[in-house]
Antibody
Framework: QVQLVESGGGVVQPGGSLRLSCAASGFTFSNYGMHWVRQAPGKGLEWVAFIRSDGNNKYYADSVKGRFTISRDNSNNTLFLQVNSLRAEDTAVYYC????????????????WGQGTLVTVSS | QSALTQPASVSGSPGQSITISCTGTSSDVGGYNYVSWYQQHPGKAPKLMIYDVSNRPSGVSNRFSGSKSGNTASLTISGLQAEDEADYYCSSYTRTSTLVVFGGGTKLTVL
């Protein structure tokens, strides 16, 4: 079965950086687009970033553009999110999520989610 | 402020039907049939309930249905059950540079 296991969250000071990872299993990772979606405490879901199956196309929310970088290692079935210049408003649970297809348009549908990793930005 | 607009809360009694709306623009909901709905119970990861406006993934109860008219998509839950109490989020493809937008979420209370 599909499994997505995030890691790398923690407490970081404003302006700091983290690298989030997501280990994927149970499907052919290199065939699917992948997302990061976050949820601030007590708030709704916010889409963060998407990367196409081959890693060549990437999209970002305006709120993170220029600060966050999504990447993937298809050899090791791993998705990454490099988060830099962190702000208090970036505090959230970050979910790794699988798109339903390798094609970008169809991959906007998220069919599986990990359990999330918490990033807390605080001094 | 979320790109898609949902009511903050809806409620219904067991056995009744409820509908949750999701309003966007012609750049997202109105322009494409790539609207999805997700259910999230407290402390849990979201679960896909409806995709491409009205399609149900395998394993999702047929009590859940989706539709769209103009710039507004809707999720209808019929025969409400206690376990349906959760937060529901819509999302859509958007032709802006960002690709995906979510609604602000709707808390469903089963009375």
């Amino acid at each position: 079965q599909v499994q997505l296991v995030e890691s790398g969250g923690g407490v970081v000071q404003p302006g700091g950086s983290l690298r989030l990872s997501c280990a994927a299993s149970g499907f052919t990772f290199s065939n699917y687009g992948m997302h990061w979606v976050r949820q601030a405490p007590g708030k709704g879901l916010e889409w963060v970033a998407f990367i196409r199956s081959d890693g060549n196309n990437k999209y970002y929310a305006d709120s993170v553009k220029g600060r966050f970088t999504i990447s993937r290692d298809n050899s090791n079935n791993t998705l990454f999110l490099q988060v830099n210049s962190l702000r208090a408003e970036d505090t959230a649970v970050y979910y790794c999520a699988k798109g339903r297809s390798g094609a970008t348009l169809f991959a906007v549908v998220i069919d599986y989610w990990g359990q999330g990793t918490l990033v807390t930005v605080s001094s | 402020q979320s790109a898609l607009t949902q009511p903050a809360s809806v409620s219904g009694s067991p056995g009744q039907s409820i509908t949750i709306s999701c309003t966007g623009t012609s750049s997202d909901v109105g322009g494409y049939n790539y609207v999805s709905w997700y259910q999230q119970h407290p402390g849990k990861a979201p679960k896909l309930m409806i995709y491409d406006v009205s399609n149900r993934p395998s394993g999702v109860s047929n009590r859940f249905s989706g539709s769209k008219s103009g710039n507004t998509a809707s999720l209808t839950i019929s025969g409400l059950q206690a376990e349906d109490e959760a937060d529901y989020y819509c999302s859509s493809y958007t032709r802006t540079s960002t690709l995906v937008v979510f609604g602000g979420g709707t808390k469903l209370t089963v009375l």
